[in-house]
Structures are given as C-alpha cells and as structure tokens.
C-alpha cells in the first residue's frame, strides 16, 4: 500500500516563503511519478506541479511558474515542493498524490493518481 505524509505548510506573508515536504512509501516501481495538488474553498482541486522519478522531468501550473520549485532528496521516497513569492490566491491545503508505475511525461490531471496525502495547510496572509 503506497502512504504518503505531507508537511511543511503554515501561515506566511505575501511574498514569504514555504518549502513542502512530501514522504512516501510502498512504491516499488522506478517509474512512478509524484505530483503536488492544491484545493481551496470552493474550489476544485488543481495540479500544481508533478516530477516523474525515472527522469527527473518536472510540470508546472502556469500561475506557479517561476516561483514554485518541485525537486527530490537524494534519498529516494522524499520529494519537495519549494514555494517563494507565495500570494493571498496560493492559500489552499496542498497535496502530495503518487502514480505507480509511471512510464510517461510529468502530468496534473489529479486522474490518475490513486494514492494521496493528508494535505497540509498553506495560508497568505495579505
């Protein structure tokens, strides 16, 4: 069974700074791949970014780039999402979810991913 935790989220100014964690176990496929969602109130729930772990290939939602970063720890099982520049709209609970096995590019259709976290809360404060 995949599991996976998200933490890291908290309350910031606009313009902070928050980096995302995301530890995950069971995957037993190479190719898999990780993707971090976000939900607001009222909202459906978007892709915000997705890295797929045979490649390192990464995707972002056109409101995070250039401020968002998705990367992996040395260590398999532990992927980041780096979050600067953060605005009152980037306040939701975010996700981490896992595809396995994965042998495609990097998506953020929230579709495929069977196996999600808990969320984190991340609040912009104006």
């Known amino acids: 069974e995949v599991h996976l935790v998200e933490s890291g989220g908290g309350l910031v100014p606009a313009g902070g700074s928050l980096r995302l964690s995301c530890l995950y176990s069971g995957i037993t496929f190479n190719e898999h791949a990780i993707g971090w969602f976000r939900q607001a109130p009222g909202k459906e729930r978007e892709g915000v970014s997705c890295l797929t772990n045979r490649d390192g290939n990464t995707v972002y939602a056109d409101s995070v780039k250039g401020r968002f970063t998705i990367f992996r720890a040395d260590a398999m099982y532990m992927v980041y999402l780096e979050m600067n520049n953060l605005q009152p709209e980037d306040t939701a609970v975010y996700y981490c979810?896992?595809?396995?096995?994965?042998?495609?590019?990097?998506?953020?259709?929230?579709?495929?991913?069977?196996?999600w976290g808990q969320g984190t809360q991340v609040t912009v404060s104006s």
């Open positions: 979810a896992a595809i396995s096995p994965w042998f495609g590019d990097p998506i953020l259709g929230p579709t495929l991913f069977r196996s």
